[in-house]
């Protein structure tokens, strides 16, 4: 329990350290439960939430009203809304979460040595996976879902213009999970809204293994300035679409369009592209992309076969515009497209459209970002279209796990040595 | 270049982000190496190293004299010395490690989606390596022989004291290794013995991917109190032997002795022996230890069996003595036993001694330790006797690769998407 004698600047670091220390211990309970019985317990979770809708809505109503006080952005009332709906959209989420294979206990490889003694690698829950996100409450439950299902405790910190939201649909959830056996804290919120409670989450190591951030740009680089705690995001998806000169024309148009507007606000949307200067179909697919309504900037050869591009600064190879806007460049071969990538890509999702193989498979190879693409629109970057269910968030960091994380990246492994009673010589 | 003109405070961090930079564009260029190409490398720098013996020899004669004028013990003379014998071993360690599977190219796994995409995760090198290291010179050579198989640029900064030694070997594998066309600042030494160079490593996040600290445990507790960069390390082996009441009598006695005396000095070497209540060898089983010459720290238990062992205090059962010491407790029954390792383990290497397999694979699935052994010594924690070939460490940390690491948890991953032109809906 918090110590409320303490020196109060201390507060935030102590109820961190009591909410970590009651996850560490669910965590270890956790680790004992059956796929089964977690599965259950998410059906549960999300029959439960459908029984709450009312009670839920209320309390989101009162976030909503205080959103409207504060004078929040449209964008941002309509991301912080819940209504009978979504709310159904939440559950049914739980539910698919429920139905994926648990990694727990797969044995990843293994060994079996001279002396008789086997070794295996096997899947093991990471343990307390901590969760700072902003002003979606549909995180809530679906980040603990996921956490829950691969073993790990989860902390959670959502933003304060959600706070009734979130209280409401975590009070729900840790009671259909109780009741259904799962330890009461291996799905905790934090309580309060004061900003050292997240310094005291990124400086808990030892007692959180992981921190996953979901929000916007500035809270992400926040966690990964701050953070003594290893995180598992990304900060940018300056995504290259590279179209080389032996690009079949439809599909470059396809793809250049698709990856740049079906969603221009997810970080998997296309913000740069590439024209080799061999490729022939450089006016059309420029035309195309125009012709969608997106802003084009350009450097002097793209000016000169697209009328409407205004000129492209330095800066704009190096933002992410998460909007109808797309810097345009022409490229001397895949040797200049590839280090255009080098120099201004951030390790997220960049593609080639080609039919040369042999260009294409360089492509995949050379290019050092999580995802690597040919022929395919940079808007499949999710764990949903990659096949692996729900994901916790896209990391581009170079350890652990990397591009879209789901289950397996919530994992990590022991090993286990079966003898006969071998000592070492 | 290092730019001189900057505040002389500034040099260190300098120093390194200019050496972090050459190492990441030497990293590109050492990615496209064919396996071949890095083995023959490593084998033309073994081949360098026994052709160098004199100079090698004659460098680490100045260590060793201001060694000796330093006062230094004589164990850590011992570790410094290089002779013909030392430096041949060096060399077949580096023939070792070219002949091992080059992990880089390998493919994870692939997954077909409906719509004709499929996705491949492909290993990778992780880029940027940096190894801190103590007074042993032969880690100039493993740790970047490792680094470099893998495909990793690395910066290695030794100990002051085997400065001379470490320059010496440096220049014959840096040299050997451009002659063989890997890029010369794919192995790099940070040339001052500045001790501020180490915190600037600790801090190039962005510059340096991993760090891997190679000594004793104050420099393992600094790198990970103080390091921006992940880390890959363990700090103790406070390691555990469980005799449960089935364990064979024969076996218990040899692993036990053989955990704890083998060597004693090595993290996967037995600290504390629980015996269960039940177990009906307890008393010949600690006069075997003690006939071994191991001193006894036991509960009052043990020492009611073992009438030569002192009593152990609070401290001990957190204690990683590295010596013939042993502490040695009575405990009812397994679950006792996982409790106490919960409490006291370091997650290092945890074993049990049973005939009784559910009790024994209860005790593989719930100790959370990165290895958990079953009838087999402690001692036997280590990528070698694992059949991994060389190991960069033992890491018990939670993420990335755990236990013996060695050229699989040298790399990473990325996403390969092969399609025909899809668009996302």
New interface residues.
């Given amino acids: 329990m918090l110590d409320t004698t303490k020196d109060p600047a201390h507060l935030p670091t102590q109820l961190i350290a009591d909410m970590g220390a009651r996850a560490r211990a669910a965590a ?1 309970a956790l ?2 439960k059956t796929s089964a019985e977690k599965s259950d317990a998410l059906r549960a979770a999300a029959r439960a939430l459908r029984a709450a809708v009312p009670a839920i809505v209320a309390a989101n109503g009162k976030d909503m009203q205080s959103g409207r006080d504060k004078g929040l952005s449209d964008a941002m009332l309509d991301r912080l809304r819940l209504d009978a709906g979504r709310i159904e959209g939440i559950a049914a989420s739980l539910e698919s979460i429920a139905d994926l294979p648990d990694p727990v206990g797969d044995v990843i490889d293994t ?1 079996a ?1 001279p002396n008789g ?1 086997t ?1 295996s690698r096997v899947r ?1 829950p ?2 307390v996976i901590g969760i700072i996100y902003e002003s979606r409450p549909n995180v809530t439950a679906d980040a603990a879902a996921l956490c829950m299902k691969a073993g790990n405790a989860v902390i959670l910190r959502g933003g304060s213009e959600a706070i009734e939201s979130n209280r409401a649909l975590h009070i729900v959830l840790a009671e259909a999970l109780a009741s259904a056996g799962i330890p009461a804290d291996a799905v905790q919120l934090v309580p309060t809204t004061d900003r050292a409670a997240v310094g005291a989450m990124l400086q808990a190591a030892g007692l959180i ?2 921190i996953v951030p979901r929000g916007g740009k500035s809270l992400v680089a926040r966690v990964q300035a701050e953070a003594r705690v ?1 995180v598992l995001a990304h900060l940018d998806g300056i995504n290259h679409l590279y179209v080389h000169s032996s690009a ?1 024309p ?2 470059a148009e ?2 250049a ?3 740049k507007m ?1 969603r221009t606000g997810i970080c998997g949307a296309l913000e740069t592209l590439l024209i080799d200067a061999a490729y022939p179909g450089a006016r059309a697919l420029l035309a195309a992309v125009a012709a969608t309504g997106c802003e084009l900037r350009g450097d002097d050869a793209v000016r000169a076969l697209a009328p409407e591009a205004t000129p492209a600064t330095a800066e704009d190879w190096d933002t992410e515009y998460l909007a109808p806007v797309l810097s345009a460049a022409i490229v001397d071969g895949p040797e200049a497209a590839l280090d255009h990538i ?1 120099r201004h890509g951030s390790g997220h999702t960049d593609a080639i459209v080609a039919e040369d193989t042999e260009v294409a498979e360089t492509f ?3 290019v ?10 940079t ?2 970057a999710d764990g949903g ?3 692996l269910g729900a994901e916790i968030g896209i990391a581009t960091g ?3 796990a ?3 994380v789901a289950l397996e990246g919530l994992t ?13 010589p």
Same sequence: chains 1, 2.
């Fill in positions: 270890a680790a004992r060994i040595r003694m070794l093991i990471i343990g293994d992981m290893p079949d439809a599909k396809a793809i369009v698709n990856a079906r080098a995949l190879a050379r050092d970002s999580a995802i690597v693409m040919w022929n395919a629109s808007q499949f279209e990659f096949g170079r350890l652990h990397r591009g879209p990590t492994y022991k090993w286990q040595v079966r003898g006969t009673g071998q000592t070492r």
